[in-house]
């Protein structure tokens, strides 16, 4: 009798203690807001100078607009642009990196704008980080 107490308060610390082990994992796993505004900061100025001109209040090219994290997650006129996490299976990678299936969509369209390597790594970075958005009223200005 005793001893199957003991084994099963054993058997509860253990539990106890494997719960609050992942339950620090998934602390650890959620938002950095600090790396959040740091991928954002890098990322959002390129697209704002680069591209917002055609994909944003005023003019929305390919049905797109990229001047929000809904409009990006909305995608364009052939759907989604972006697998949040997964900025190698993103057609907007693929566009900026001139490698679009469709020529015309490599982007920017004029090749002399094209977007360097570390333009292009700094919105990959943002993609696989979850594209955070750190500043919606940056985001927001309007014209
Ligand atoms: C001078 C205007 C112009 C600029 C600047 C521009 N684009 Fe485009 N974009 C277009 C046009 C036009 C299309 C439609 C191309 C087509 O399908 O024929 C397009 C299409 C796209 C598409 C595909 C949308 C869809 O669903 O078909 C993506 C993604 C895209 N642009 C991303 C970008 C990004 C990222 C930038 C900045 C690096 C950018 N564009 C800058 C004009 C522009």
Not at 21 to 43: G, I, R, V
Not at 77 to 86: E, I, P, S
Request: charged share 25%; hydrophobic share 45%.
């Amino acid at each position: 009798m005793l001893s199957d107490f003991r084994a099963s308060h054993v058997l509860m610390v253990a539990a106890a203690l494997l719960l609050s082990a992942s339950a620090d994992l998934a602390a650890a796993a959620a938002a950095d807001p600090a790396k959040d505004q740091e991928l954002f900061t890098k990322a959002w100025p390129i697209i704002e100078t680069s591209c917002v001109g055609c994909h944003g209040p005023d003019k929305q090219k390919g049905k797109l607009r990229l001047d929000t994290r809904d409009a990006w997650m909305a995608g364009g006129r052939d759907g989604k642009v972006v697998t949040v996490g997964k900025p190698e299976s993103s057609l907007l990678i693929e566009c900026i990196k001139y490698q679009a299936k469709k020529e015309d969509q490599n982007m920017p369209p004029k090749r002399k704008d094209q977007l360097s390597a570390d333009q292009v790594a700094a919105i990959s970075a943002w993609i696989a980080g979850g594209l955070p958005w750190a500043e919606p009223k940056a985001a927001k200005k309007k014209k």
